[in-house]
């Protein structure tokens, strides 16, 4: 069974920063690519950002573009979103995700992103 | 426009079909999936493609579209299919990535 975790969530203050791990159980991460998607309390799913199975092609939604970095290891099954210059409605559930096609069939149970002072 | 819509609601009684619309410019023209997301769970894909049904997805849930409009059906609705829903597609471009529609919660009365 393919398996997705995210790890590195937590609490920022504004205009800090968090690094957010993806790594797989099961199956080989570096075959996929990998989408970023998130949901702030209460709210709807947002997607964030895609990385390529090599990483040489990387994406962003508008609102964390220049903020953001998505980069991967393949060495190491290992793909991570860096959060910079953090702001309060940046406060959500961030999940990684993967699929063939345009569709997400594999998802992480998620990790809890709180910016705030 | 990249915006999904779907109504915020819908009920609908134990045995009985629920019909879930998400409407959206790019609906005509790009494969639209399905997620269902419990409270406090990850979202779990229902439908891809349009009407494609994952290993293990019940064939109470099918989908259908018409011109802009995407819809999803649950048929002899059940306690447990009670959930968030929500519409998804790939726009095709760069720029704009994926989209998800604004979500549907269905409660069994």
């Known amino acids: 069974e393919v398996q997705l975790l995210e790890s590195g969530g937590g609490l920022a203050k504004p205009g800090g920063s968090l690094r957010l791990s993806c790594r797989d159980s099961g199956f080989t991460l570096r075959n996929f690519a990998i989408t970023w998607v998130r949901q702030a309390p209460g709210k709807g799913l947002e997607w964030v950002s895609d990385?390529?199975?090599?990483?040489?092609?990387?994406f962003y939604a508008d609102s964390v573009q220049g903020r953001f970095i998505v980069s991967r290891d393949n060495s190491r099954n290992t793909v991570s979103l860096q959060l910079d210059s953090l702001r309060p409605d940046d406060t959500a559930v961030y999940y990684c995700?993967?699929?063939?096609?345009?569709?997400?069939?594999?998802w992480g149970p998620g990790t809890m992103v709180t910016v705030s002072s | 426009s990249n915006v999904l819509t779907q109504p915020p609601s819908v009920s609908v009684a134990p045995g009985q079909t629920a019909r879930i619309p998400c409407g959206g410019d790019?609906?005509?023209?790009?494969?639209v999936n399905w997620y269902q997301q419990r409270p406090g769970q990850a979202p779990i894909l229902v439908l891809y493609?349009?009407?494609d049904r994952p290993s293990g997805v019940p064939e109470r849930f099918s989908g259908s579209k018409s011109g802009n409009t995407a819809t999803l059906m649950i048929t002899r609705v059940e306690v447990g299919d009670e959930a968030d829903y929500y519409c998804?597609?790939?726009?095709?471009?760069?720029?704009?990535?994926?989209?998800f529609g604004t979500g549907t919660t269905v409660t069994v009365l």
């Open positions: 790019l609906i005509s023209t790009r494969d």
């Open positions: 990385i390529s199975d090599t990483g040489g092609n990387t």
């Open positions: 998804q597609l790939w726009t095709g471009s760069s720029d704009y990535g994926h989209v």
């Open positions: 493609d349009d009407d």
């Open positions: 995700a993967t699929g063939r096609g345009s569709h997400f069939d594999v």
